[in-house]
C-alpha cells in the first residue's frame, strides 16, 4: 500500500481534536455549552437554569474556559459567561440534531 497518496493529521491536530471531543463528552458540559447557545448567563442563572450547584456550574465553566469553549465578562462585580467557539457549537448542534433523528 502506498501511503504517500493518503493525508494524515499533525499528532498537534489529533490532540486538539481529542481535546474538543472530551469538552463535548461531559453531559453537564454538553447542558451548559448549549443554554449560553441561547443566551448570556451569570453562575447563579445557569446553576437556578440547570438545577445545578453553583460550584459545579463554576467547576465546569473553569473547564470550558480553559479549553476557549467560553469567554466570561465583567459588568460591575458580576460575570456572563457566553460561548467562545462557533465551530464547536456548530457540532454541538449536529449531534444533538443527529440524536433527535430517528
Not at 493525508?7 to 469538552?23: G, M, N, P, Q, R
Not at 453553583?54 to 473547564?63: E, I, N, R, Y
Not at 457549537?89 to 443527529?98: A, D, R, S
Amino acid at each position: 500500500m502506498d501511503k504517500s497518496r493518503h493525508d494524515f493529521l499533525e499528532e498537534e491536530t489529533v490532540e486538539k481534536v481529542a481535546w474538543s471531543f472530551k469538552a463535548l463528552s461531559d453531559p453537564t458540559r454538553i447542558r451548559i455549552l448549549y443554554l449560553l447557545t441561547q443566551e448570556e448567563c451569570s453562575v447563579g442563572h445557569i446553576a437556578e437554569v440547570l438545577n445545578l450547584s453553583q460550584s459545579a456550574v463554576s467547576h465546569q465553566l473553569s473547564f470550558l474556559k480553559n479549553h476557549r469553549l467560553v469567554k466570561a465578562r465583567r459588568d460591575g462585580q458580576s460575570t456572563y459567561y457566553s460561548y467562545d467557539d462557533n465551530h464547536v457549537i456548530e457540532i454541538l448542534k449536529q449531534v444533538i440534531n443527529h440524536s433527535l433523528h430517528e
